[in-house]
């Protein structure tokens, strides 16, 4: 029974290169969450996917941030050209959503990404 | 003010007691509440959800929830070092509606002395 899984788990890249960060939901979950965790600071939504549809991408930096999760595949958060300040801990997170109380966010282990 | 706070700590309890912690939310409007548990370095882990007034137990834990008060603490019963972790606050203000985001507390600080 396999939870929400991320890849790579460390991510190490230079400034100015692009970042991908991928997010494989618990299976049966349709709903994927992307959170940003930057050291010494709580966790900050970022960005609300459905297959195919972004919910709400009310935390999503304005440029050089992108997110999609497409009907086949996983959920990928994309940082073009990186800056030392998005050195973080990227969560991602998936819910079964429906109209009961199913709502619960279920968290995956997390990439880690250092912009030298 | 934080739509949601959380005393910081470190809370420091010794082993077998009552350790509480306490969030307080700012909008009215919430109407789902969760507990998660983060170990240094690892991602967070959900301890407890609540959705109505009152207290729902889970075996050594036990969530409160007070709407009227914009309140919801966590009780954890025998505490173990093991349970020395930061504890996050998370609401939610999307539920049914438009967005299902989580706003995060900036946790409290466990440690449980042996």
């Known amino acids: 029974n396999a939870g929400v899984m991320q890849n790579p788990r460390h991510l190490v890249r230079r400034r100015g290169q692009e970042a991908r960060l991928r997010c494989s939901p618990v299976?049966?979950?349709?709903?994927v969450y992307w959170y940003r965790q930057l050291p010494e600071e709580g966790l900050k939504f970022m960005v609300y996917l459905q297959k195919e549809n972004i919910i709400d991408e009310s935390g999503m930096p304005k440029e050089r941030f992108s997110a999609e999760f497409p009907k086949e595949g996983p959920s990928i958060l994309r940082i073009q050209q990186v800056v030392r300040g998005d050195s973080a801990a990227y969560f991602c997170a998936s819910s079964r959503y429906d109209s009961g109380n199913t709502d619960t966010q279920y968290f995956g282990p997390g990439t880690r990404l250092t912009v030298l | 003010q934080k739509e949601v706070e959380q005393n910081s700590g470190p809370l420091s309890v010794p082993e077998g007691a009552i350790a509480s912690l306490n969030c307080t939310y700012s909008d009215r409007g919430s109407q789902s509440f969760f507990w998660y548990r983060q170990y240094s370095g690892k991602s967070p882990e959900l301890i407890m959800s609540i959705y109505s007034n009152g207290d729902k137990e889970d075996g050594r834990f036990t969530a409160q929830l007070n709407k009227a008060s914009q309140y919801v603490s966590l009780l954890i019963r025998d505490s173990q070092p093991s349970d020395s972790a930061t504890y996050l606050c998370a609401v939610n203000r999307g539920y049914g509606g438009a967005t299902n985001k989580l706003i995060f507390g900036t946790g409290t600080l466990l440690a449980v002395q042996p």
């Open positions: 299976k049966g979950h349709s709903h």
